[in-house]
């Protein structure tokens, strides 16, 4: 029971590895906003008394406030925000329509920072009343976020998007006692039955996600994780590589041979999904 008394609030927790986090956060202790477009209310009964179902669209303004004042209204509280929630809308870049990038923004970027907003404003006003803040944000970010994949430009970017939004979250928000995580997560659900049929049930994500919620995991934050199974990934993706420094504005001419030097010592760069 490792988030005893912890509430949280799960977006897109009606199907998929979302509700699977829902389910897992119950059985360690926490009570739980279900938060979906649909669905939410089957999975806040299958929890029972510990779970209250949020129908609203997280990617609005008012959607995403509603989803940390329900979690004040009926538990007191908020501990720990999961951003989860997702939409595909695959096609290759140069077919992709304007909703189609719209809406997958939409979906995953914008409302990781709006629900995030909300919350961090709850959190910095406990902090400054002199309440003693231990919260969590676990963002989902993807590997097409990090490596790229053929077909999901804008899914891509979205995910990409996010990590950066974690980053400054969590530097932004430690003076405030909360933690900002992602996962990139690999699990069979409807997103991905059809391609990967083999891949690990999104029970499997869950009990890191749970962990990132719990009050263990205090010390670790803006880090990305990638989980598939049993494996658990440490995402290094954002460290400097080589440098070389001309000491004065470089010439285009010798650009070709610096760019080359600096390449050959470069570890190459993981594939893009679908390449
Ligand atoms: N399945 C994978 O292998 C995989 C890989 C990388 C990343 N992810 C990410 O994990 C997350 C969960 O994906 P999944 O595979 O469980 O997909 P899923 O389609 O099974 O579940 C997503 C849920 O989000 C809900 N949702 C969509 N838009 C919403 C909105 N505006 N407001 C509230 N709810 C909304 C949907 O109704 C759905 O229930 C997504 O962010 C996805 O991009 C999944």
Known sequence: MICAGRVVAVTG?????????????????????V????????VAAEIGAAAVP???DVSTWS????????????????????NNAGIVRDRMLVST????????LRVHLKAHFLTTRHAAAHWRAAAKSGETVDARVINTSSGAGLWGSVGQSNYSAAK?????LTLVAAAELSRYGVTVNAI???ARTRMTEDLFPDLPGPEDVAPLVVWLGSPESRHVTGRIFEVE?????????????????????????????????????????TQVYGT
């Open 184 to 186: 990139a997560p690999s």
């Open 35 to 42: 938060n979906d477009l649909d669905s939410a209310a089957s």
């Open 97 to 104: 329509s304007e909703a189609e990038w719209d809406d997958v």
């Open 229 to 269: 199974g049993g494996r658990l990934t440490v995402v290094n993706g954002h460290g400097r590589g080589p440098a070389v420094d001309n000491g004065t504005r470089w010439n285009p001419a010798d650009l070709g041979k610096a760019v080359d030097a600096l390449l050959a010592e470069t570890p190459d760069p």
């Open 13 to 33: 927790a009606g199907r998929g590895i979302g509700r699977e986090h829902a389910l897992e956060f119950a059985r360690q202790g926490a009570s739980v906003v």
């Open 54 to 56: 949020h129908a609203e």
């Open 160 to 164: 990409a998007g996010i990590l950066g």
């Open 63 to 82: 959607g995403a406030e509603s989803l940390v004042t329900t979690a004040l209204s009926s538990f007191g509280r908020l501990d720990v925000l999961v």
